[in-house]
């Protein structure tokens, strides 16, 4: 629940009470999963989507890479352009977190030549669907390769007793919402492209300098702004923003889990303690999530509302990244005022 970020989520609220969990930061070095270097180099063999469960066979075209889930399938698509030809397996409003492979996500990955992922377990689905796809010419790259994931340490405040929760060995997977580390998954996106797809090599290089040029840049606006509001403390319903946290010297301290039907008094008795025990200055949902709960919850909290966006839903094209993360900066600055 907590670092695979199994809280609210829009329109996929789970039942339970409502423990307050302080999400306190820890580096730890855990070992990733490798993008595999054996692979054979698959550019020159770009099998259309129909050719289902047929070797791919060698043809002139493009690269067929398939990604999991929006950014990384916004990262992937920056750098390949219109050399490859760049799909997404999760469908853009559809959760990433609990999501089910189709049949059609097999047949994807059954006639890609590429296929990108967030990796630190946030793509369980993966799993059987890759098994299932049968496709020895396909080449994994694992866009977190050499970033070290944040495990969450004490909880602070629970209203009943976890379930079993613990489960996320591999640590926080919202690597994505931090602007340097996104840099390093793009990074990890073009070398796996370039090894997979030697012929487009300076393209990639070309896409993937004037994307992390403007993730720098990013990263700078993010500073400047934050730099004046130390220490910021926010509460949010969904586990996704740990790494943008310890970047820019804001804490997250508490990740809310919303029940279904009603909250207890009891739940928000708890609530209001650990908003006073953290001095909280921010509440955070998500775009798109009109919930009487929280709406109630957070004017007895004292603490107005605000969406921040964790991307896992969103537009398509590569520039989204930039204006949500944008938005996502304006919320910051205004909250922690
Ligand atoms: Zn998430």
């Keep these: ?28 070095a855990t070992g990733c999963s490798q993008s595999n270097p054996n692979q054979e180099k698959t550019s020159e063999q770009s099998p259309k989507v129909q050719e289902v469960g047929s070797t791919p066979s060698v043809q002139l075209g493009k690269t067929k ?20 030809d760049v799909e997404i397996l999760v469908p853009p409003g559809t959760e990433v977190h609990e999501y089910q492979a ?26 059987g669907t890759v ?7 396909l080449t994994e790259i694992d866009a977190s390769i050499g970033i070290k994931p944040l495990n969450e340490i004490s909880p602070v405040v629970k209203t009943a007793p976890d379930e079993k929760d613990h489960d996320h060995l591999q640590g926080n997977p919202h690597v994505w919402l931090d602007p340097v580390l996104a840099k390093q998954q793009v990074t990890n996106i073009r070398d796996g492209l370039i090894a997979a797809d030697p012929a487009n090599k300076a393209t990639y290089e070309a896409n993937a300098t004037a994307y992390i040029k403007e993730l720098e840049s990013l990263n700078s606006e993010f500073q400047q702004t934050l730099q004046k509001n130390p220490s910021c403390t926010f509460i949010t319903f969904h586990d996704a923003f740990p790494y943008l946290a310890k970047r820019y010297n804001l804490k997250q301290v508490a990740v809310v889990e919303i029940p279904e039907d009603q909250l207890s008094p009891a739940d928000v008795q708890n609530a209001i303690s650990a908003v006073k025990k953290y001095k909280v200055k921010a509440l955070f949902s998500e ?17 107005t509302l605000r969406p921040l966006d964790s991307l896992e839903t969103g537009e398509t094209a590569p520039q989204y990244y930039f204006k949500a993360m944008k938005a996502n900066l304006q919320i910051l600055d205004t909250s922690c005022k």
């Design 1 to 28: 629940m907590i670092v695979n970020c199994r809280g609210f989520r829009p329109g996929r609220q789970r039942s339970g009470i409502l423990p307050i969990v302080a999400v306190l930061m820890l580096s730890m």
């Design 65 to 84: 890479v398939v990604t999991t889930f929006l950014p990384i399938y916004l990262f992937t698509k920056a750098v390949a352009g219109n050399v490859a």
């Design 102 to 127: 189709t049949p059609e996500n097999v047949k994807a990955i059954a006639t890609a030549n590429v296929l990108v992922k967030n990796g630190l377990g946030l793509e369980e689905f993966l799993e």
């Design 131 to 137: 098994k299932n796809a049968q496709n020895p010419k």
């Design 287 to 303: 775009p798109g999530v009109d919930n009487k709960l929280l709406v109630s919850l957070s004017k007895d909290l004292k603490l």
